[in-house]
């Protein structure tokens, strides 16, 4: 079903994101719980103020650096990120030398073929762990997220989680494996777990990346290396969840105020 969303709605750029989840899912491409899992996204992003803050910021230079200075980047695709930002995820990509490989938790084969379509369509040359070729398996994962492909994540030193669950992130990180995750839920065992935590919308994060990206892309390692040592996720997450916490005391704070003012 087509709706039509007013221009001029207050919601309408949230109402647009939340069409094109449900035409993936229609399509094939987003998983049903997909759809869930965005609504808990939509509400942290709520709290955050839909914008993206100082420490996300932060997350996503020290992000772009490890993805450049890796020897075998590799991005993980789920439903949800291929039918929000396909063409930022393929360039991305091509930007950082990174593999873009196909990783499910609801996997089935015709989720894998829609989805390598989306990145096909988006422009993506090569797209790793679909069909056969997710032949390896990763260690401690119960969930068909362990079946990945032995070019990609298996062989990876960074790799880029973009909403996950923290099952996986957990192996890959106990594989030594450096895990850059985006999780607009700062308390989430994904988020708590990742070597680097980027608390923002991926809609918002993954253009930011690619524009990082641009501006990083032929700097000395130097610097890069610089710039990864001198961030601390445990530092990065207390700052957020403070960021949100400061921000509900401000808007409760403001309520209070046209309240004691005879406001309403
Ligand atoms: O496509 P599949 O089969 O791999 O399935 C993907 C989903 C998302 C269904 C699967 O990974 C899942 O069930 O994830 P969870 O456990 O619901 O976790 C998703 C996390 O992503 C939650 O912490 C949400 O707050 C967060 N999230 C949702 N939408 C966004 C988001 N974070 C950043 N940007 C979003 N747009």
Known sequence: MQINIPDDHPRAESLRIREKLIEGCLNGVVAY????????????DYLIGEQTVEPAKRA?????????????????VNGNAAAL???DLVKLAEITGAKLEVNLFYRSPEREEAIKRV???????EVLGVGENASARIPEVGSERRRVDPRGILIADV????LE??????????????????DLNPLSRTAQTATITIVDNIIR???????AAQRLKGQEDSLLRKILNEFDN??????????????????????????SSGGF
């Open 33 to 44: 719980a997909g759809l869930i899992a965005h609504g808990r996204g939509e509400a942290f």
């Open 234 to 259: 445990r530092q990065n997450l207390a700052e957020m969840i403070e960021f949100i916490a400061n921000r509900l005391k401000e808007i409760a704070k403001s309520k209070m105020s046209t309240a």
């Open 60 to 76: 996503i230079e020290a992000a772009v650096a490890a993805l450049l200075t890796a020897e075998h980047p590799v991005i993980s």
């Open 85 to 87: 930002v396909p063409q």
């Open 159 to 162: 790799v880029l989680v973009p």
């Open 165 to 182: 669950d923290g099952d996986r992130t957990e192996a890959l990180v106990k594989m030594g494996k450096t895990v850059i995750a985006i």
């Open 205 to 211: 994060a993954i253009p930011a990346m690619v524009s």
């Open 119 to 125: 990145l096909e369509s988006a422009g993506a040359k």
